[in-house]
């Protein structure tokens, strides 16, 4: 048994989660249950990102303290962890006092190894959108998002980045899976060879933050803050040898494609100025558009996951975000397309499969089928063609495949409902009784590999259809590959996604 450390970005507070958030979180959740399967030991925490400025201004916006309105926000992520069957193991806030302490912690070690300084942070400042530029981002003395600019200087401490740029790439060098997939880690690399300068890692001119040590005028930059919640998440500093620690050895950060930088180039750069092992990897994916643009809380054309689940369940939309995109690349949510997969395959394929076969045993058989004592070729043949589907799926989500993975899913429910349409148990009942049982229950195993293979993205209908065979709970891709029983005796069927009628909008969903 191995052991693996899955993390999500932490969520920024200054708006509610959207389909986007849900993404990132729900492919960590599968990825976290498909290797719980194999046998792995599996740590899968989330949280999220509370302080900086935006943050404090979006409070004074809102008329209420920095730590009120964060405290809400907060809160409506943590909430929608169970809503999405999220199996996290801890669910961290960045204003919680054993995150201060890691921080605090960790600047000093960064500090204590001589790799930050005084110094001070100018620029053309844009009051506007609280931002510096430097004098050749300017467009007609303007910032170049159009604010008046003045020249501003603030003291600052600076981490020692430059200091960092071989190491960066000999690193790189070293492990070339480091950064998935291929074109973001391309991206680092020429952003490093760039040359890279040092980095601004205090502000003061706001206090939402955690204090500088020793310098309380000055509050921690955001970004290190908000990295550093993957060590307070796996004990440190009271865990302070993290280099021997197998979760550590092991840290997937699964994040959008807009953030690799931070964690594949800053992140590094600071874990190995305090000398702890970078990641394992960071593995980033594309973003959901709304009729193609970015879903963004900033663009206003965000979709919510909490009405999704509603009304067509978790289940569903965790199945839609894993097969519709492509993981790595962007792509379209829409009702249209989640009505679409939803009817053709969730109630079409798969629903449908099950409840034919198991209706019919209910009703036929007085719910209980017994194990065949031989099998003809084209039993053998469907049985087979399964066996290798479920050999076939497991390097696909090494690889983060999801989409291949379910689309091979989909495959195999299409062999058993080509073998029961070929098959034709239901006209064997006065001709051939004992053959029609064989191959009900042949169905049935078959329906049970399925499903075991289905219960990472869709963990409520599979556990359910589970119970429905009166299978064990004992989910395990290794062990218990057929029903461990000859005889299965079926407890009370219950029809599994009902169609969705796809004339309907969402609208008119949403007042039901
Ligand atoms: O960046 N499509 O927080 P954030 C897909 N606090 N994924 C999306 C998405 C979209 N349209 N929009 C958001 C932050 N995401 C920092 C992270 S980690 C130490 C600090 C997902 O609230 C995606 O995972 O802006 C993206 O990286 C993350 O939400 C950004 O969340």
């Not at 839609?320 to 790595?328: A, D, I, K």
């Not at 043949?381 to 989409?403: C, H, M, R, T």
């Not at 899913?409 to 034709?424: G, P, S």
Request: a negative charge; glycine letters at 6%.
């Amino acid at each position: 048994m191995s052991k693996l450390y899955i993390t999500t970005p932490i969520y920024y507070v200054n708006a509610k989660p959207h389909i986007g958030h849900a993404y990132t979180t729900v492919v960590c959740d599968v990825f976290a249950r498909f290797n719980r399967m194999l046998g792995n030991d599996v740590k899968f925490t989330t949280g999220t990102d509370e302080h900086g400025k935006k943050v404090e201004q979006s409070a004074i916006k809102a008329g209420i303290s920095p730590q009120v309105f964060t405290d809400g926000i907060s809160k409506l992520f943590r909430d929608l962890l169970p809503v999405l069957n999220i199996s996290n193991d801890d669910f961290i806030r960045t204003t919680e006092p054993r995150h201060k302490k890691t921080v605090q912690h960790f600047w000093q070690r960064l500090k204590d190894a001589g790799h930050i300084y005084l110094g001070e942070y100018s620029g053309w400042y844009d009051m506007r959108n609280e931002a510096y530029f430097a004098e050749d981002e300017l467009i007609d003395g303007k910032s170049p998002l159009g604010g008046e600019v003045q020249y501003m200087a603030e003291p600052c401490y600076f981490f020692r980045l430059s200091a960092f740029q071989d190491k960066l790439l000999e690193f790189y060098e070293n492990n070339p899976y480091f950064v998935y997939p291929v074109q973001r880690k391309n991206e680092m690399l020429s952003f490093i060879k760039q040359g890279l300068r040092d980095l601004a890692i205090s502000r003061t001119t706001f206090s939402w933050g955690i204090p500088v040590p020793d310098d309380p005028k000055h509050v921690v930059y955001v970004w290190l803050d908000a990295l550093t919640n993957y060590l307070t998440l796996n004990g440190y500093p009271e865990n302070e040898d993290q280099n021997n620690d197998e979760y550590w050895n092991s840290v997937i950060h699964f994040v959008g494609k807009e953030i690799v930088k931070f964690h594949a180039i800053y992140w590094v750069a600071f874990l190995m100025a305090v000398g702890i092992k970078p990641p394992k990897q960071i593995v980033s994916h594309g973003w959901w558009l709304s009729e193609g643009e970015k879903m963004s809380k900033s663009l206003g054309n965000v979709q919510d996951p909490y009405k999704y689940c509603k009304l067509f369940g978790s289940d569903a939309l965790r199945y839609y975000l894993l097969r519709e995109l492509t993981f790595g690349s962007d792509g379209n949510f829409a009702l249209e397309s989640f009505i679409q997969r939803y009817n053709s395959v969730l109630a079409n394929a798969y629903g449908n499969l099950c409840n034919r076969v198991l209706s019919f045993i209910q009703k036929r058989c007085d719910g209980r089928v017994s194990r065949p004592s031989e099998l003809l070729p084209d039993d053998e043949k469907f049985i087979n063609a399964i066996d290798v589907g479920v050999e076939q799926i497991i390097p696909l989500v090494a690889q983060y495949n999801f989409s291949k993975y379910l689309e091979k899913v989909e495959q195999m429910i299409a062999l058993a409902n080509q073998y029961v349409d070929f098959q034709k148990p239901w006209g064997l009942k006065d001709s051939a009784p004992k053959r029609m049982q064989d191959i009900l229950f042949i169905l049935t195993e078959q329906i049970f590999k399925i499903t075991k293979c289905l219960y990472p993205v869709m963990p409520t209908s599979a556990e359910k259809l589970l119970h429905q065979i009166g299978a064990p709970y004992e989910l395990s891709l290794m062990q218990n590959k057929t029903i461990p029983a000859d005889v299965i005796v079926l407890k009370a069927v219950d029809p599994l996604f009902p169609r969705i009628d796809n004339t309907i909008t969402l609208d008119v969903y949403a007042e039901q």
